[in-house]
Structures are given as C-alpha cells and as structure tokens.
C-alpha cells in the first residue's frame, strides 16, 4: 500500500520559512504524472497548493504564487514545499498526494498530514 509520509511542520511566525518534506515508499515520484501538496484549514475545504508533474511541470494555488515552492530530489524519492513569507491565513493541515491530476482535485494516494501553524 502506498503511503505517503509528510514532516516538517509545526508552529511557526508569521514570515517564517519552513520547509515540508514527503517521502512516499513503493513509489516513484520522477515515474509519476503528478504529485503536489494541498491542505485544508479549520472550516474550510481541501485544497490544491502546489503540483509538480513530469517534464519539471508545476501548478500553484494563487494564495501561494511567488511564496512557495514545490520541487523534487529524486535521488532521495522525496517531494518538498518550500514555504516563504507565511501568513496567518497559511495555517493548515498541509497533505503530500501521489497520484493527481493538474486539473481536478483527484488523488489516488493521501498522506495523513502535517499541521503548520502561523502566528503573527
């Protein structure tokens, strides 16, 4: 069963830069049309923050435009969030997915997340 595995969050101040990592075990993240991290705040639905897909193709929420980051080490078959300049309203439970697609919110395979919080 695949099972993706977040780390890197936790609390943090608003500017703050943190950096979430997802490891994925019996999956191949350079293989794969599309992995990306969304996240979900109280009350409010999941959503897409970052994607990355093959050929270096990458897709960003517009709250997030020029402050994140998603890229790859495929030697360490790990994706990351690079997250710069957070704000308050970045708060969330932030989710790895293996298996999505660009343009629906479909994905195969969830991690559990990891929670980040931003205090100002």
């Known amino acids: 069963q695949v099972q993706p595995a977040e780390s890197g969050g936790g609390p943090v101040q608003a500017g703050g830069s943190p950096r979430l990592s997802c490891v994925v075990p019996?999956?191949?993240?350079?293989?794969?049309?599309?992995v990306g991290w969304f996240r979900q705040a109280p009350g409010k639905e999941r959503e897409g923050v970052a994607k990355f897909g093959k050929d270096d193709r990458t897709s960003y929420a517009d709250s997030v435009k020029g402050r994140f980051t998603i890229s790859t080490d495929n030697t360490k078959n790990t994706l990351y969030l690079q997250m710069n300049s957070l704000k308050p309203e970045d708060t969330a439970m932030y989710y790895c997915?293996?298996?999505?697609?660009?343009?629906?919110?479909?994905?195969?395979?969830w991690g559990q997340g990891t929670l980040v919080t931003v205090s100002s």
């Open positions: 019996g999956y191949t993240i350079s293989s794969s049309y599309c």
């Open positions: 997915a293996a298996d999505c697609r660009f343009t629906t919110n479909y994905v195969k395979y």
